[in-house]
Structure formats: C-alpha cells, structure tokens
Nanobody
C-alpha cells in the first residue's frame, strides 16, 4: 500500500488544519492507521490512531481535546482534524498503516506500522 499525506501548511496559533492520508494499493479495511509527527531535532512521536474493524481511536495526551482522527472508507482516506493549534504542534506529520490489527499498547510505537507516507509540514506561528 502507498500512502499520500497532504493538507499541511502555515497557520496562526489557534487555527485549524485538516490533514489527509490517502491510500492506494489496498483499502483501509483492517489493521490500523496512525498519525505521527517529528519536530526538528526531536524524535518522531505518536499523535493519534484509528483501528479497524471497530474504528476505535487512540490519542496522545498532547492531542486530546484538540485533534480528531476519522476515516472515509469510500475515499480510502484517513483524516487528522487539528484545532486550536499551538506553535509546539509545528512538525512534519506522517501517516502510517499496519495491515495487521495491533494491540492497543502497540499503537503508539512507530515499529508497529509497515507503510509510511512522505510527510506533510505543519507550521504554527505565534
């Protein structure tokens, strides 16, 4: 499966963005999709994930209440809706997919995911 992340850009603090992760090659019908981000000089960190078949979602504490992950099965796309953005949210955001359904504790681990998109840059100005 190939993943294409898009939707990044420059936004002011308090603003919103919606990132998209479109898949080609297979459908998001099983496994999980996660969003991660990496700021300059920092390690890649987990943001949110969604898991099939029940579409359960999981979030890092930093994203709770501000970000929402969702999916559109018809478009084979997973979204990351980001509200009330802060300068510390500035990073390259990556989506990743796992063909197998991970256990909950494995969702924040980048090694759980076998396919990665190219990343999209989000810059939040103060």
């Amino acid at each position: 499966v190939q993943l294409q992340a898009s939707g990044g850009g420059l936004v002011q603090s308090g603003g919103s963005l919606r990132l998209s992760c479109a898949a080609s090659g297979r459908t998001f019908s099983k496994g999980a999709v996660g969003w991660f981000r990496q700021a300059p000089g920092k390690e890649r960190e987990f943001v949110q994930a969604i898991r099939w078949p029940d579409h359960s979602t999981y979030s890092a504490d930093s994203a709770k209440g501000r970000f929402t992950i969702s999916r559109d099965n018809g478009k084979n796309t997973v979204y990351l809706h980001m509200n009330n953005l802060k300068p510390e949210d500035t990073a390259v955001y990556y989506c990743a997919a796992s063909a197998r359904r991970p256990i909950t504790s494995a969702l924040p681990n980048p090694r759980t995911y076998t396919n990665w998109g190219q990343g999209t840059l989000v810059t939040v100005s103060s």
